[in-house]
DNA sequence: TTTTTTAATGAGACATTGTATCATTTCGTT
DNA sequence: AACGAAATGATACAATGTCTCATTAAAAAA
């Protein structure tokens, strides 16, 4: 019995996490909706799928793949919960209203030399990054 | 009896909002501390300096600051409160170590020019920004 | 200065989100 | 199959954030 792993569950286990229910199943949600998702919205899927999984272990999943760089917690407006974004090739980028709260998607950050250029000056070993810019969308300006 | 007002004051007067004890004192507390503080934190200083203040108001203060991009909540570890940071000059960098949660600050960032691009393409007004990026510092890795 | 208007406040009950504990299960290995 | 470590799920709990509404105070107007 050969399961399919995605190379992000290939990555868990290669890691040392076990390859278990609970994890694969929150990363699977996160996959199949691939933008940003609050807890409440993960917990909500995952139930969907297999309600036997705890609202714990979806919060340590959450956690873990924090620490691994696959999804980063964020936040669109103040004082709610965080939303979770992948950080698909490690690194995503948005453009954030602060009037309406819309998020604008947006792909080249141009970003590699300054990684390079701070993993040597500070001795980091950089996995991936969040960029955020703030201000007026289109219709709020 | 005139008041000194710090630039971030006079801009809250100017964009046409109270200037309240409340917000002055959260303020003045995020000022003075400068760096990344949880909402628990402010809260306690904020009650140190007066007690008076509410609990909602300084939450409320939390928002405004937020949306005005004086500050901007960011997360340290997943699945904590969120901590606020002040985006002097609009703008904020740091590292965030994956494995000890440690917070490097770096100045430069050479986004000013990926700014103007993105404002004139989609047609924004961009008012800060937060870059983050993650990875192991020095002693993790 | 006094009055007026209206945004903002504070109290505190409430709702939501996240965490801790621990007995039990599952994964990966031997 | 048997083992040990890692992870789980249930649930009670703690922490964080929100809502309502009567009252207050800031800024503008008179
Ligand atoms: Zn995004
Ligand atoms: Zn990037
Ligand atoms: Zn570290
Ligand atoms: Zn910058």
């Not at 229910?21 to 409440?40: D, F, I, Q």
């Not at 090739?89 to 453009?95: E, Q």
Request: proline share 3%; net charge negative; glycine share 6%.
């Amino acid at each position: 019995m050969s399961e399919e792993l995605s190379p992000r569950a290939q990555r868990l286990r290669d890691t040392g996490y076990k390859l278990t229910n609970a994890r694969l199943t929150v990363l699977n949600v996160l996959e199949s909706h691939g933008g940003h998702m609050t807890s409440t919205q993960v917990l909500d899927e995952v139930d969907k799928i297999d309600s036997e999984i705890g609202r714990a272990s979806v919060f340590r999943a959450l956690d873990l793949f924090t620490r691994l760089s696959i999804i980063r917690p964020t936040y669109i407006d103040s004082s709610t919960t965080p939303t979770y974004v992948m950080l698909p090739g490690g690194h995503h980028h948005h453009i954030i209203c602060t009037n309406c709260n819309r998020v604008i998607e947006f792909e080249d950050c141009h970003l590699g030399q300054l990684e390079t250029e701070l993993e040597r000056q500070l001795n980091v070993r950089l996995t991936g990054h969040l960029l955020e810019f703030y201000g007026l969308c289109d219709r709020c300006s």
